[in-house]
């Protein structure tokens, strides 16, 4: 039998209740009720990723602003999605139910007014990575108001918020979004991405103005962004919040610093938890450890001011877009002619672009793997997934293993990523779309409502992200299997008072199973599996089930 350790942990205690208590009020019924604590541990998290304008339309009046009319390339353009839909979501329970633990949202901020023709029709800033102000939200997304109420809602769930952080570009240039000044930005050469500097000062396309993060010297406003202030009555607030925040950092103010003060408010006004940052590799490492001290300080002063708001004692996450880097590469990514630690460089964890190759292997040797593997990350951790965004070539892109999907995704080791609509099998391939715009069509809600089959697959993807939730041993304990035909495996992890271990069983037979479980439960030991709802006592080292399911996922009742 083989035992392979993930190593030292870091995690904070938050109440299980199905995400619907917070550590505090756990912690005051302690005395008159008896309950389980489970830690929240970014390391073993399952976050849902979506994007914004894509998810749930839950106020129609902000359909169409800044006189976004143009025809558009097919899914090229602004949809409904906003806050006020997501928020709709979780008060109905939706992520609940999903066993999601955290939110990660496409940026919010104000988006370029124009449109871009990219060869494939007009294309409008819908995804929210072409920002115009970092310092207002895009009203097709929602108010200020919308995303307090979100941030709020979703707390009282015990769900964690991560917003997207762009710091290394600006929106396209058209005739409604001058370009900003050439002490802001540069428009070439063209990034070609065959070394370092060929990756990082340099556009990422065409047309794409790039943050000359690399400058320390003092830049003015931009003259566009200045005038837009101005005409919406706010210069003056805006120039004393800049003025007050380089005197108490003493940072010069260059563009990079600017723009991390316009981020960290999000942090300071909502008591945001985390921020998921976008093309990280196209920006000087150092920016990341400036950008993640600032983030600490703000997060932390959040916390003394909003003491009734906290819901643990945990740093604030930051989890790094670095295209392409993998955990086969430990802690480095290699630029070709240069090695980065980019976990070294502010950040908690790194986007896993490896794991939809690795998830071509069978479950064994796929768990296996990532429990050898990320002890070397030492304390640090990555996100997997295995459909995304911009990900032309997803594990699953015709939708044919939604299943096999979900078992490999919620059960390896580290933390776990649910794009928008795996959970339903919502289409990645979209006729008559080009590049992206395939992956980011709206959410399926008909299907989730009314088709027998999708209600199928979700259910699978409920019971193995509850348990995922309940259980931070499935994404960060020791990996230990009992058998390999069948399947079946336990994952324990110890820390401090706190013990948490469950045994699954995957690809079983159907009807009568025995789950060989010595080492891990006591004889007389009651369990339930949570994947049928069926109890049973420990004996002679196993649990008899009977159920119609090839999967076991047991846990002490």
Known sequence: ????????????????????????????????????????????????????????????????????????????????????????????????????????????????????????????????????????????????????????????????????????????????????????????????????????????????????????????????????????????????????????????????????????????????????VDTVKHTEEYVWDEFKKECDFIFAAWKKANPDKVLDDNDFFMVGEVYGYGIGSGRLYDFGDKKVNYFRNGFNSLINFQFKYDAQKSYEELFDYYAQSLPGLRGASVLNYLSSHDDGAPFDKERNKPYETATKLLLSPGASQVYYGDESARSLAIEGTEGDATLRSFMNWDAVDHDDNTAAIISHWQKLGQFRRNHPAVGAGSNKTLSSTPYIFSRSLKKGEFEDKVVVGLEMPEGKKEVPVKGIFEDGTLLKDHYSNLEGKVSNGKIVLNTEFSVVLLEEK
């Open 1 to 276: 039998m083989k035992q392979i350790f993930l190593g030292t942990l870091a995690f904070i205690f938050l109440a299980c209740d199905s995400g619907k208590k917070t550590s505090k009020e756990s912690v005051d019924s302690e005395s008159t009720k008896k309950e389980k604590v489970t830690p929240f541990m970014w390391e073993a998290a399952n976050i849902y990723f979506l994007l914004t304008d894509r998810f749930n339309n839950g106020d129609t009046s902000n359909d169409v602003n800044y006189d976004r009319t143009s025809e558009t390339g097919k899914l090229r353009g602004f949809m409904g999605g906003d806050l006020k839909g997501i928020t709709q979501k979780i008060e109905e329970g939706y992520f609940n139910d999903l066993g999601i633990n955290a939110i990660w949202f496409t940026p919010v901020v104000e988006q370029i007014h124009g449109s871009v023709d990219e060869g494939t029709g007009n294309t409008y800033g819908f995804h929210g990575y072409w920002a115009k102000d970092w310092t207002k939200l895009d009203a097709n997304f929602g108010t200020d108001q919308d995303l307090k109420e979100l941030v709020e809602t979703a707390h009282a769930k015990g769900i964690r918020v991560l917003m997207d952080a762009v710091i290394n570009h600006t929106g396209p240039v058209t005739d409604k979004d001058p370009v900003w000044s050439d002490t802001w930005v540069r428009t070439e050469p063209q990034c070609t991405y065959d070394s370092y500097e060929h990756t990082i000062p340099c556009t990422l396309v065409a047309n794409l103005p790039d943050i000359k993060t690399d400058n320390n010297k003092e830049v003015e406003l931009p003259d566009a962004l200045a005038a837009k202030w101005k005409a919406e009555g706010r210069y003056e607030q805006e120039v004393a919040e800049l003025d007050a925040y380089f005197k108490r950092t003493g940072h010069p103010k260059a563009p990079r610093f600017y723009i991390m003060k316009w981020l960290t408010d999000f942090i300071k006004d909502h008591g945001i938890d985390g921020f998921r």
